[in-house]
């Protein structure tokens, strides 16, 4: 196996795809094979809602590779996050990149969330709607509410 430097995979790329920041679509500018010519829409949506690119035997994220091929850097270690949600928005000005920690506050509510609102929950001990937050693996603590409104508004501050 022969590996290449991150400068030397992004000029390659830019032979065989053409990305549109505005669009956030990848087209192939060559001919792949008997079934996908050139001009069409690359790479294919994974079940989990990612577009994923299939180039020089190896998938890659389509988000990230839109993050790389327009800032001319390697994301490395960190996660490159869809603002909107909408994992298959990749256009440049949906994407940013952040740690770990801050792509999960940027989620939907889980299936199992009873209030209605991200870090709220019913503390039943006093009766009252607690928010929390977490910050780099550590849960805070930012008060006990009468109502999950209360609790969501401290939430929503202290996210910010």
């Not at 990230?64 to 091929?69: G, H, I, P, Q, S």
């Not at 792509?103 to 019913?122: E, I, M, P, T, W």
């Not at 930012?142 to 109502?147: C, K, N, P, Q, V």
Request: charged fraction near 20%; aromatic fraction near 12%.
């Amino acid at each position: 196996m022969t590996y290449r430097s991150f400068e030397s995979v992004l000029s390659s790329v830019e032979r065989y795809l053409q990305y549109n920041p505005q669009t956030g679509t990848f087209i192939w500018k060559v001919k792949r094979d008997w079934k996908t010519p050139a001009g069409s829409i690359a790479g294919y949506v994974m079940n989990t809602g990612y577009r994923c690119i299939t180039l020089f035997e190896t998938r890659i994220l389509a988000h990230r590779l839109a993050w790389a091929l327009h800032h001319q850097e390697d994301p490395g270690d960190l996660q490159v996050d869809h603002i909107n949600r909408n994992r298959s928005d990749n256009r440049i000005c949906n994407l940013r990149l952040v740690d770990a920690s801050t792509n999960q506050r940027n989620r939907g509510l889980n299936s199992n969330n009873k209030s209605g609102y991200a870090g709220v929950c019913f503390h039943k001990a006093t009766g009252k709607w607690r928010a929390t937050v977490c910050y780099g693996y550590k849960s805070k603590h930012l008060g006990l509410f009468s109502t999950p409104e209360e609790a969501s508004a401290a939430y929503l501050i202290a996210t910010q």
